[in-house]
């Protein structure tokens, strides 16, 4: 089964410039997370789609960060413009999309996560 | 205070040894918890889930005291495979959301 596919895998752009990821997620999988991690941290949730729809992008930077699903399938993140601290790993997650609410103490659905985009900002 | 905290390492063990990552979460309401392990410029991969009761695979042993807010991984019988960044995960609230920690960097050297 192939996996989650990002392209491209690595980007230069300079400071103010724009630039856009695009995420394939496993085929059937109704959930797409987006996750940046800086170098030396941990992924950190951008946003997280179900289907077309918005789940959770309280931590995406709205004023320069855009993200859209718009068939439920794949999904592109743009950064425009972009800042030298934007530098980092962008990784696109995708699961089945069928867990929902709470559950105590067992596991969560599990993400899978595709390669990443490097991004560098001169 | 940071949402997970763990201590980023490195941990230089030889091979065979056995080495304990610790990791504390802040938030009481957070349901579920994993191990991630991320090589050396690849993606993150699930390792194991926590459970309550602790669980085990092979040579790693995970352990959860909701009490204390603290998840443990032990790794027995360490490998030169075994070298990578573990990451400490907390899953809180509705939508699947996982939190990450900064991960914590293990070399295994002969």
């Known amino acids: 089964e192939a996996g989650v596919a990002q392209s491209p895998r690595y980007k230069i752009i300079e400071k103010r410039q724009s630039v856009a990821f695009w995420c394939n997620p496993i085929s059937g999988h109704a959930t797409l997370y987006w996750y940046q991690q800086i170098l030396g941290q941990g992924p950190k949730l951008l946003i997280q789609f179900q289907n077309n729809g918005v789940v959770d992008d309280s931590q995406l930077p709205k004023d320069r960060f855009s993200a859209e699903r718009l068939k439920g399938v794949d999904s592109t993140l743009k950064i425009q413009p972009a800042k030298l601290e934007d530098s980092a790993v962008y990784l696109c997650?995708?699961?089945?999309?069928?867990?929902?609410?709470?559950?105590?103490?067992?596991?969560?659905?599990?993400?899978?996560f595709g390669p990443g985009t490097r991004l560098l900002v001169l | 205070r940071k949402e997970v905290e763990q201590d980023p390492g490195p941990f230089n063990v030889p091979e065979g040894a056995t080495v304990a990552f610790n990791c504390t979460y802040s938030?009481?309401?957070?349901?579920?918890f994993f191990w991630y392990r991320q090589d050396c410029r690849k993606e993150p991969k699930l390792l194991m889930s926590?459970?309550?009761s602790g669980n085990e695979d092979g040579r790693f042993t995970a352990q959860l005291n909701r009490a204390s807010q603290y998840i443990s991984l032990l790794i027995r019988d360490s490998k030169l495979s075994d070298s990578a960044t573990y990451l400490c995960v907390v899953l809180a609230g509705g939508g699947n959301k996982l939190t990450f920690g900064t991960g914590t960097q293990l070399k295994v050297e002969l």
């Open positions: 938030n009481s309401a957070s349901q579920s």
């Open positions: 997650a995708s699961s089945l999309g069928l867990w929902t609410g709470r559950r105590s103490g067992r596991a969560g659905e599990t993400q899978y």
């Open positions: 926590v459970y309550s």
